[in-house]
C-alpha cells in the first residue's frame, strides 16, 4: 500500500493498493498540495488529476498521462518529464502549468501543445525534442535551455528569457517573443547544411544580442525595434521580414538577400557585409 500525503500536515490524500506508483490510476484526484517528492510515477495515469501546489521535485513522470491535470503552483525542479503527455489538440483538455517550477527538469521528447505554463521557470531544463507549440509561456525563464529539435509553433513567449539558450534545428514559426531576452541564443543547427525555422514568428522589441541565426529560416519575421547588436544573420532566408529601427550595430549579413527586407530606420550603416538595394531610403 503505498500513501499519498499533504505536505507539511501529512494528511492522507489518497492510498493505493500497490507496492509503487508506477504505472497507477490516478485520474480526477485531488492531490492538492501532495508531497510527492521523489516519486515513481513512470507511466502513471493522472489525467484530470488535481496536483496543484504539490511539491514533485526528483519524481520520475516520464511517459506519464497528465493530460486535463492542474499542476500550477507546483515544484517539479529536477523531475523526469520524459515523453510524458501533457498536451492536447484543445486547450480545455490540456494540463494547467502556470507558475510552476520547472529548473533542471527534462521534459525531453514531451508533448506540451497547449498547455498553459505562463510564469514558470525552466531555466537549465532539457527540451530536446519537446513539441511546445501552441503553448502560452509568456514572463517564464528559458535561461540556458537545451532545446535541439522542440517546437515551439505559434507559442507565446513574450516576456520571457531565452537568453544562452540551445535551440538549434529548431522549428518556432509564428511564435511571439515580444520584448523578450533572446541574448546569445543559439539558433543555428548541428549540421553545416541545416537550419531552425522561425518564419512569421514575432520578435518586436526583443534582445537577440550576439545571437547566432547562420541559415535560420526567417521569412516574414517582425524584428522592429530588436536589438541585433553583434548578431550572425550570415546567409538567413530573410525575405519579407521587418527589421524597421532595428539595431543591427555589427551585425553579420553576410549573403543575406535584402531585397525584400523592410529597414526603415534601422542602423544598417553600422552592419556588417550588408548587400543593400540601391533603392532602399531613410536607412540611419
Excluded: W
Excluded at 162 to 170: A, C, E, H, K, V
Amino acid at each position: 500500500m503505498v500513501e499519498i500525503t499533504k505536505l507539511d500536515t501529512n494528511e492522507v490524500l489518497a492510498s493505493v493498493d500497490s507496492d509503487s506508483l508506477a504505472g497507477a490510476d490516478l485520474r480526477e484526484m485531488e492531490l492538492q498540495g501532495a508531497d510527492l517528492r521523489d516519486a515513481d510515477l513512470t507511466g502513471a495515469n493522472l489525467t484530470g488529476a488535481n496536483l496543484g501546489g504539490s511539491d514533485l521535485r526528483g519524481a520520475n513522470l516520464s511517459r506519464t498521462i497528465l493530460r486535463e491535470a492542474n499542476l500550477g503552483h507546483s515544484n517539479l525542479e529536477g523531475a523526469n518529464m520524459t515523453a510524458a503527455q501533457f498536451g492536447s489538440e484543445l486547450r480545455s483538455t490540456a494540463a494547467n502549468l502556470e507558475s510552476c517550477n520547472l529548473a533542471n527538469a527534462n521534459l525531453s521528447h514531451a508533448d506540451f501543445r497547449r498547455v498553459m505554463m505562463s510564469n514558470s521557470n525552466l531555466s537549465n531544463s532539457r527540451l530536446e525534442g519537446t513539441n511546445l507549440s501552441y503553448t502560452d509561456m509568456h514572463s517564464s525563464d528559458l535561461t540556458n535551455v537545451f532545446a535541439q529539435g522542440c517546437r515551439m509553433i505559434k507559442s507565446n513567449l513574450s516576456n520571457s528569457k531565452l537568453n544562452d539558450s540551445d535551440f538549434r534545428d529548431s522549428h518556432l514559426n509564428g511564435a511571439m517573443f515580444l520584448e523578450s531576452d533572446l541574448s546569445n541564443i543559439n539558433l543555428e543547427s548541428v549540421r553545416n547544411d541545416g537550419f531552425s525555422v522561425i518564419n512569421l514568428a514575432n520578435f518586436d522589441d526583443a534582445n537577440m544580442k550576439g545571437a547566432k541565426m547562420r541559415n535560420v529560416l526567417a521569412e516574414d519575421c517582425r524584428m522592429r525595434g530588436t536589438n541585433l547588436t553583434d548578431a550572425d544573420l550570415s546567409h538567413a532566408v530573410m525575405s519579407g521580414s521587418i527589421l524597421r529601427r532595428a539595431i543591427v550595430t555589427n551585425a553579420n549579413f553576410d549573403d543575406v538577400e535584402l531585397a525584400t527586407v523592410t529597414m526603415t530606420f534601422a542602423n544598417f550603416s553600422q552592419a556588417l557585409n550588408a548587400d543593400i538595394p540601391s533603392y532602399v531610403r531613410d536607412l540611419r
